[in-house]
């Protein structure tokens, strides 16, 4: 919908049926790899056409109501100029950014189309990487009176179409739950009409719709999405998942943290700043994570080192958060007080408050990490602190039958196999010495995690 949606090996084995469900073969295969081509081939014609005419709207300065997305208003011209940048400087600034991203896009894809071309749910994201690479430039042909204006709307479409069935469908291609199909059909006859009819798109009630209808169906799929992780996806999938959720996470809160500057300075926001330019120039850099992470999931490269991404992200951005308000706040207590005693300047709350983090910062570090170890990876915790006791055992454990026995102990408590033997090399001409013990039963938890 027009603004709708602007806005090693691992696990192998354990996916195998997932991936026969999605594939494609025969003549079936060929015509949807050739469809594929053509409009991945249309995006990049438009992408190339539209490049010019997106440089010569930017150089142009908006000073009506009907505005194309990359124009700059009359305020922040006058803004620009003032910093001493020209229009064409900026114009040729952001197409160089533009081009970037799209290329960026348009690689991601066309590498999951060579690599996985007969997986339709492969073509599927690789075909949305294609249409979201070229809708940056898309503004400089729709809003035009050429005839490229036609295919440009039609990308456009297919763009906000495909990036709901992407994240309907991801990561095996089905509609968990079943009503989300219902969904996908609302969605689509929603863009079709706002595409197709001309009174629909320009009614005064429309923005505020589109942006309602995009919250609404986003946030369901949400649900949905957290339904089919907790009940139905494998753990690859789930793996997978987790790419697909850390990196919008980030790009979400990478918003969010664009607006705090606003808020406590609202000049900011106002229509002669330069913030809301560069932020949005910023903002097409973040979203690279979005084709990066399907990449990774949908490749399936290295899928379990988003685990130790995302335990790292907990740790060192609860750390920078807790750190930076301990230290405007002493800063601002020590400034208070201060002033107040010996009439001391800024400076010396300044370096208390920079001895101060420099104490704190390993043994925060530290607590932080255990807090979120015991919250989120409790499993790998609890196993974790098994074999760092297990190594002070060792230590000072001299009887081999107690050795053997909390070595078993310990491989149970940790692993949790069905059974356990431990075989101990006798010494010359004598008997081999082993045991066996069956393992604690294993508490299988029906598809959900820790």
């Known amino acids: 919908m027009r603004g709708l949606a602007r806005p090693s090996r691992t696990g192998e084995n354990t996916s195998i ?27 990049l014609l438009v ?3 539209g490049l010019p005419t997106l440089y010569r709207q930017i150089q142009a300065v908006c000073a009506g109501t009907h505005c194309t997305g990359a124009q700059v208003s009359v305020e922040q011209a006058r803004a620009l100029e003032a910093y001493g940048i020209s229009l064409t400087s900026y114009a040729l600034y952001t197409v160089i950014v533009v081009t970037l991203s799209t290329l960026t896009w348009f690689s991601i894809g066309w590498v999951i189309f060579w690599r996985k071309s007969d997986s339709w749910i492969a073509l599927l994201v690789a075909l949305q990487a294609i249409t979201q690479g070229v809708s940056s430039s898309l503004p400089g042909l729709e809003y035009s009176l050429s005839l490229w204006r036609y295919p440009a709307t039609l990308l456009d479409f297919l763009n906000n179409v495909l990036l709901f069935m992407v994240f309907a469908l991801f990561p095996n291609g089905r509609f968990v739950p079943k009503w989300t199909r219902w969904l996908a059909l609302v969605w689509i006859a929603l863009n079709v009409l706002s595409y197709t009819v001309p009174p629909f798109a320009q009614a005064n009630w429309f923005p505020t719709f589109s942006f309602a209808s995009f919250i609404i169906f986003m946030g369901m799929l949400v649900l949905a999405q957290i339904y089919r992780y907790r009940s139905v996806s494998t753990a690859v ?19 969010l943290v664009f607006l705090v500057p606003a808020l406590f300075s609202p000049a900011l926001s106002q229509p002669g700043s330069l913030y809301t330019l560069t932020t949005s120039n910023l903002s097409i850099f973040i979203l690279l994570l979005g084709p990066f992470s399907l990449y990774l999931a949908i490749m399936r490269y290295r899928l379990y080192d988003i ?32 002033r107040g005693i010996i009439n001391a300047n800024n400076s010396v709350a300044t370096v208390v408050s920079t001895l101060v983090i420099a104490a704190i910062f ?7 990490q255990a807090v979120i170890d015991r919250r989120f990876y409790r ?41 356990v033997s431990l075989w ?27």
């Open 17 to 43: 049926s997932g991936d026969q469900d999605t594939r494609w073969r025969g003549r079936s295969l060929r015509a949807v790899q050739v469809i594929w081509m053509l409009v991945a081939l249309l995006a």
């Open 47 to 49: 992408f190339a056409v």
């Open 237 to 255: 999938e789930r793996q997978q998942t987790k790419w697909i959720v850390f990196a919008f996470a980030t790009i979400i809160l990478s918003e």
């Open 307 to 338: 685990d130790v991404i995302i335990r790292r992200t907990l740790v060192y951005g609860t750390l920078t958060a807790i750190l930076a308000l301990i230290y405007f706040g002493v800063i601002i207590g020590l400034q208070a007080l201060l």
């Open 362 to 368: 390993q043994p925060l570090r530290h607590r932080i």
């Open 379 to 419: 499993r790998k915790y609890d196993a974790a602190r098994t074999i760092a006791a297990f190594s002070a055992t060792l230590r000072s454990e001299v009887d081999l039958d107690q050795l053997r026995e909390h070595l078993v102990a310990v491989v149970q408590e940790t692993m949790q196999p069905t059974s």
């Open 424 to 450: 101990l090399r006798p010494p010359a001409h004598q008997h081999v010495s082993w045991s066996a013990t069956p393992a604690a039963p294993l508490e299988r938890e029906a598809r959900s995690e820790r």
